[in-house]
């Protein structure tokens, strides 16, 4: 895998021309940054989805403006089920993401068994260049990495497809 200097995320989404995807496929996620909240949303079961909100206020802008700008933005999960505490913690949030212009669909892990898969969590930007999230075993990001390798590319958009054309949109898939 060869990799390559790339700005940070926000710069990437934003120097995007027409599309972004990303596909996730863990069931635990543990995300520094969404600690408080995501405490609060286990002891109340509300979560935080006010797209002005600090907590979701510079995705939202990110997002919007690539909306804005003709970016198709598509999100896919791939999920146990029934789903984990984090995958529904996920699922209660994702409405901002939808109103924000992403699209988003679930995938039950079942029905992935015969795709080809990466290893780990990735966008992939205008169909040239992956950025790899890597998660340590607490569910905690650990890296990114970028890489342009042609192969690399081809295996993530292919599998990106495979998910999104069996995968359920955010609007019909109810957590289990």
Not at 149 to 155: E, N, P, Y
Request: hydrophobic share 40%.
């Amino acid at each position: 895998m060869e990799d390559v200097k790339v700005p940070s995320f926000s710069e990437l989404m934003e120097s995007a021309h027409h599309s972004a995807v990303f596909l996730q496929m863990r069931d635990y996620y543990n995300v520094s940054g969404e600690t408080e909240d995501f405490a609060t949303w286990q002891r109340t079961g509300r979560r935080e989805i006010d797209p002005d909100s600090e907590y979701w206020k510079s995705w939202v802008e990110v997002v919007s403006q690539a909306v804005a700008r003709g970016v198709a933005i598509r999100r896919a999960r791939i999920v146990s089920e029934p789903v984990s505490d984090s995958i529904r913690y996920m699922h209660a949030g994702v409405i901002v993401n939808v109103n924000a212009g992403e699209q988003v669909r679930w995938l039950p892990r079942r029905r992935a068994s015969d795709i080809a898969l990466p290893g780990n969590d990735f966008w992939l930007f205008d169909d040239h260049l992956i950025r790899w999230n890597h998660f340590g075993g607490d569910g905690d990001v650990t890296a990114h990495e970028e890489s342009n390798d042609a192969a690399t590319i081809k295996l993530c958009a292919d599998a990106f497809e495979a998910v999104w054309a069996r995968a359920i949109p955010h609007n019909q898939y109810e957590i289990s």
